[in-house]
């Protein structure tokens, strides 16, 4: 069954608590609180689905996933605070594997200054963990992305395809020159908290962090915001490493690639020179990739322009290393 | 690797976040909120470990974790709000049957007016599903399993070893007199959420859902409050059937056989005929099984009395179809 089906099917119409803001359909949810809400978000990571023992020693597993969960924190503008943990543990697994992916999950939590408050261990065939974590932010400053305008721009941070750069080199055990800055990208992630942070003085924003590529990540700002998107498929920022890699495969890891947990948002054409300035204090690239478009058909289409011709950017969703396509519910 | 050993290893010595007021070490985990507090659990399902095909249809999986995952909140006071799933998916899982997973979780939502918020689907070799459930409790109406006292009674909802009777019964094809009930005590456990929220004036109550069998339930309210428990074996509630039963198995069952998701508990003796009156409104049995004693060693201790004689009651954690032990982190 596709996935992409089953979220469909399953999404409630309604919702039953009054102190419910945001269901499924973004990055994360988010909870009414008291003074601030409560962003909620949940993130799988299976053995040979999403890593293999050669792609991702331990440390990285544990450090990668809670990096991943962290980036649908940053991408709701929010401040990651607690996660809880359910690793089911094949028999054979040794106690220092164990300890050391939980030294990676450490590493981060402290950088974040977050707890782990709970979670299940459970033996089973296959190592997969699932993390649950939990963010504050203040009402006004939430980010979600239905929030695209006509007429905004369109940017994101960061260079892309990096990760899935990184990820070549370690199956196929090639070495190129910054070798390990890309696997680095694939391995530990950045998430873009402090950006997002810095930026949330800035009135509106849409914004999704770059899991599952841009081509999915646009296309999912469009739909949750009934607009048309375009970009230009020159202006998409990536390393210089990156263009020497044939074009069938720069494009595929730029579009489709993901992983590389960088952001991608639309702003009012205003406040374009203000995220520039933030991303220069925090030493991030800020680049404007396209713009926001009223929308054309009764579908909302994502485009892209090449030299004179412009085309739909086909959304095939973000496939793993076993080729399956998955989705956030 | 024991998992006992790897919770000890990985448990924070002290949390980063002011809001945090529980952490790792009882059902639930607890945040400060505005006028209320948020109670968060995780909970893991995986296949040919917790259950199988043979034993649990998929309409109960999905009830039966998500009614394990509210049985969490209700052991501490809470009212279950929210969940989150995270499903890995076989690629031969039919689509009829996820359906039927998910019809399981949205009878129990619906029933207890809850709203699935977010989640993620992955492909993968084993069918496994993690919930995390939100829960709110107000300050004084939360139970940990900590506020056992010395002279408290202990107590317990219902009848124990059902739920592992009729595990039996499915595996091995038997039949007797109420099959069904002992089957739905398995598939479709009743969390005692009602009860403790009408309970929630008593002052003082340590309290613990009935996952792992008793013999681990009252180790952990032990450890927790630092005090001696003793139960009785011949007062231990049981059902009829389970009398006919051989009396190894019968005592494996009351004990260990865990998974009834009934509440065990301590409270002051002047409230216990308060409580039975709440159990009658309820139709809810509830037993005096023992008392609180001080700490009579340097460790700890839950002794059972038989006849004349006092045993240590052993804790051997809770076997699972596989054979596996594990626990909550």
Redesign the interface.
């Known amino acids: 069954?596709n996935?992409f089906?089953?979220?469909r099917?399953?999404?409630?119409p309604t919702?039953?608590?009054s102190?419910?803001i945001k269901?499924?359909g973004d990055d994360?949810?988010v909870?009414r609180?008291?003074?601030r809400h409560?962003v909620?978000?949940?993130?799988?990571f299976?053995e040979?689905?999403?890593f293999t023992a050669k792609t991702m020693p331990p440390f990285y597993i544990g450090y990668r996933l809670l990096a991943a969960n962290i980036s649908d924190i940053a991408a709701m503008g929010a401040i990651p605070?607690?996660f809880?943990?359910?690793i089911?543990?094949p028999?054979d697994?040794?106690?220092d594997e164990?300890?050391e992916i939980?030294k990676g999950m450490?590493t981060l939590a402290k950088q974040y200054?977050?707890?782990?408050?709970?979670?299940?261990?459970?033996?089973?065939?296959?190592l997969?963990l699932?993390i649950?974590i939990?963010g504050y932010v203040h009402d006004n400053e939430v980010r979600y992305r239905s929030d695209a305008a006509p007429n905004d721009i369109v940017f994101v941070t960061g260079t892309l395809g990096d990760a899935a750069l990184g990820l070549h080199l370690l199956q196929y055990d090639k070495t190129i020159k910054h070798r390990s800055y890309f696997v680095r990208k694939h391995q530990q992630p950045t998430p873009r908290v402090e950006f997002a942070r810095k930026a949330r003085k800035i009135s509106r924003m849409a914004l999704n962090d770059v899991s599952d590529g841009i081509a999915n990540e646009l296309q999912e700002i469009s739909d949750a915001s009934n607009v048309d998107i375009i970009i230009d498929d020159h202006a998409i920022p990536i390393s210089c490493e990156l263009k020497d890699v044939q074009l069938a495969k720069q494009n595929e890891w730029k579009y489709y690639g993901g992983e590389d947990f960088e952001l991608v948002g639309t702003i009012p054409e205003h406040d374009f020179d203000t995220l520039q300035q933030i991303g220069k204090e925090l030493d991030i690239q800020v680049t404007k990739i396209g713009n926001v478009l009223i929308k054309q058909a009764e579908k909302t289409q994502v485009f892209v322009r090449e030299e004179n011709t412009i085309r739909r950017l086909e959304n095939k969703g973000y496939t793993?290393l076993?080729g399956?396509?998955?989705?956030?519910?």
Do not use: P
């Not at 707890?115 to 296959?126: A, C, K, P, Q």
């Not at 399956?324 to 519910?329: N, Q, Y």
């Open positions: 069954m996935e089906d089953y979220i099917k399953i999404k409630q919702y039953r608590q102190s419910l269901g499924v994360a949810a909870i609180g008291g003074s409560i909620t978000a949940v993130d799988t299976v040979n689905v999403h605070k607690f809880l943990v359910s089911i543990i028999d697994m040794k106690q164990l300890l939980h450490d200054n977050m707890d782990l408050i709970g979670g299940d261990t459970v033996s089973g065939e296959i997969s699932s649950t939990i793993h076993s399956s396509i998955e989705d956030e519910i």
